[in-house]
């Protein structure tokens, strides 16, 4: 790397990791170094009195030091808490060589380095439960400076709290953000418990295929990547619905899979475009059952993440205890619009978007139109956990036809917060009726609606060699983890959510320079100075160019000779 690319910390931590090397201390060893503790553990089960001390191997970062002469306090952060560490220079140092106090933990060792302690544990005089050093060992050198929050006069500065770094830079966002990691550790419970869950009934989980060569099993719009081996395109997947049923037909009880599913749609607060999905499939169930399941299993869920069935969010309890309201799609409709559009055909339906002043276009079937009237006027307003039951048949192909009410299907969507958070359906089985769905998607398709499901012919041939009645369910695990932690953006429960890539200035190749007749080896510390273009130079006051230049010439030690101002005028009057 260009020493020119490099803070004057990150040049400083360099050249203490030279110096380290020089000593005969390898800033990052490859041998194991064995811990029998963590911070937090230790801290919990201290006694005073304790007759022998507890003798600890621990390990970390530094992340903060305070040096007071021949003794030192440190505060060490593992991958549970922080603990502090008490050291002193003869602890540490016994013979008579005092360097590795001195001059490596003094001097050399940052903020940010790993170490790896051995001592004993004690409470200090001001009762805080600490560990004595004994011995301290480097672990590993880190050449970047962490933002570490500082406090003065209960102000913090150099909070490292802008979301777009904090999601681009989530590595140091776990380290020096408290709470973010736990965010993290709970998403793990929520999938852990689902999984416990899925497998105590029974159920197996599988994996189905992340490239496919029909984007199916919902209404959406696909990544497209191209197959070299086969030259063919292929899709992302948008679902494993349809692969998991055919698993159904192929003899499993019940299958489920935790997994991304990818989407070439928008990113907001509640999206982003790959995110991960629980679907389910269960033999000989229906929607009612699939509806009683999931209720347990979200109450189950929210009492292991937060230890009771309720969570705070936006100053909102919501209480995911079983049972919730099951209100027909229709009828919310009717509730929040005053429009019954029960019986209503695509037609009619238009004329009362056009009543409710919506945007709509001709590329918008009767589902879409539906669809469309439910989002605006209804999902927003059903903060408490609610199934939304019953959907017109335009809007579900593949879903069972409902046994009662005509026209409609056996198909829930259960909102939380004003989100959707499931989508369920007892299963279609009927594999000419399929494939009548299909086609009716396909005219909507050739309308120009691109997220419309393309007819999947294999999965319409397993269908015909018998699928039993089934119910199934998909799951945002992203809003779940949300709902269950209080977050409202999707990108907070996201290790690494989609960014756009980071803008990089725009730079003139050094040949561009030369042709001024500036040496290749001061492009760069033009460049550094501020200059990237060769027509940013052209106003440039000759003498402050000349300044600047030799200025970081001396700063960074670059032993090269310097220009004239004369010379540097030269370069300017050539643009």
């Given at each position: ?10 040049i400083?931590r360099?050249?203490?990791?030279n110096?380290l ?5 390898d ?10 503790a ?12 304790e ?15 305070r ?5 030192s306090?440190i ?10 560490v008490?050291?002193?220079?003869d602890?540490?140092c ?5 360097d ?10 940052d ?15 001001m009762?805080?439960?600490s ?15 962490l933002?570490?929050v ?6 913090a500065y150099?909070?490292?709290e802008d ?7 989530r ?14 550790l ?6 852990r ?16 295929p992340?490239?496919q060569?029909?984007a ?12 070299n ?23 499993f ?5 935790i ?22 499939y269960v ?15 979200l ?7 937060n230890?009771k069935p309720e ?5 909102k ?9 099951r ?9 929040k619009t ?15 978007c056009?009543?409710?002043n ?10 879409k139109?539906?669809?469309?009237i439910?989002?605006e ?7 408490q956990?609610?199934f939304?039951?019953?959907y ?8 069972k036809m409902?046994?009662?009410?005509p026209g409609?299907?056996e198909?829930f969507?259960?909102?939380?917060n004003?989100k959707?958070?499931?989508n ?7 594999p ?6 299909f ?11 691109d997220?419309?499901?393309?007819i ?31 977050k409202t ?10 960014m756009?890539?980071?803008?990089v200035?725009?730079?003139d ?18 460049q ?13 006051n ?8 030799c200025g970081?010439?001396?700063?960074y030690?670059?032993?090269l ?9 030269g370069?300017?009057q050539?643009?």
């Open positions: 790397m260009n020493v020119l690319e490099l803070s004057e910390q990150e400083i360099r050249n203490s990791l110096e090397r020089a000593m005969g201390i800033p990052y060893p490859a041998a194991e170094y064995v811990t029998n963590f911070s937090t553990d230790i801290k919990a089960e201290f006694k005073d009195d007759a022998e001390p507890r003798k600890v191997s621990v390990a970390g970062r530094m992340m903060s030091r040096v007071m002469g021949k003794a306090f505060e060490l952060q593992d991958s549970k808490g922080r603990i502090q008490y050291i002193t220079r602890d540490i016994p013979d008579e060589n005092k590795l106090y001195n001059v490596v933990f003094k001097r050399l060792l903020l940010g380095d790993f170490i790896g302690i051995e001592g004993f544990v004690f409470r200090t005089q009762g805080e439960v560990i004595h050093a004994q011995k301290l060992t480097v672990l590993s050198k880190s050449l970047k400076p933002p570490i500082k406090y003065k006069d209960g102000v150099d909070k490292f979301p777009e770094l904090r999601y681009r830079q590595y140091v966002d776990l380290v020096v953000n408290d709470g973010v990691k736990d965010i993290f709970q998403r793990a419970t929520v999938i418990t689902i999984r416990r869950i899925l497998d105590e009934a029974g159920y197996t989980e599988v994996e189905t992340t490239l060569n029909i199916g099993g919902a209404s959406a719009k696909p990544f497209i990547t191209h197959f081996a086969l030259d063919t395109d292929m899709y992302m997947r948008i679902a494993t619905e349809l692969y998991l049923k055919r698993l159904i037909v192929g003899g009880e019940g299958v489920y899979e997994g991304k599913n990818f989407r070439n749609e928008g990113m907001d607060r509640n999206h982003n475009p790959e995110f991960t999905c629980m679907e389910l033999q000989y169930k229906d929607y009612n059952w699939m509806m009683s399941f999931t209720e347990k299993l109450e189950a869920v929210c009492i292991a993440v230890g969570r705070e969010i936006d100053g309890v919501i209480s995911f205890k079983a049972p919730y309201r209100l027909p799609i229709l009828d919310a409709i009717k509730e005053g429009y019954d559009l029960n019986g209503m055909d695509e037609a009619q339906i238009r004329e009362v056009q009543k409710l919506m945007e709509i276009d001709e590329t918008m079937g009767k589902g139109l539906i669809d469309e439910f989002g006027f209804c999902e927003g307003s059903f903060i956990p609610t939304i039951t019953d017109p048949v335009e809007m579900s192909p593949l879903t409902h046994r009662s009410k409609l299907t198909r969507e259960l909102m939380v004003g959707e958070l499931a369920a359906y007892s299963e279609l089985n009927d000419i009726d399929q494939e009548e769905r086609k009716e998607q396909m005219k909507l398709a050739d309308k120009g609606d997220e419309a499901m393309i999947d012919q294999d999965f319409l041939r397993a269908l015909q060699y018998g699928m039993p009645p089934t119910s199934g369910i998909g799951i945002g695990i992203d809003r779940l983890v949300m709902l269950m932690t209080g953006f999707i990108q907070e429960v996201l290790f690494f959510p989609q756009r890539p980071e803008k200035a725009p730079k190749a050094p040949a561009k320079f030369m042709e001024l007749g500036i040496p290749e080896a001061w492009v760069a510390v033009i550094k100075v501020g200059y990237n273009l060769v027509s940013d130079m052209k106003e440039v000759p003498q402050k160019l000349h300044q600047d230049i970081v010439n001396k700063k030690k670059l032993e000779t310097n220009p004239s101002v004369d010379e540097v005028a370069w300017i050539k643009i």
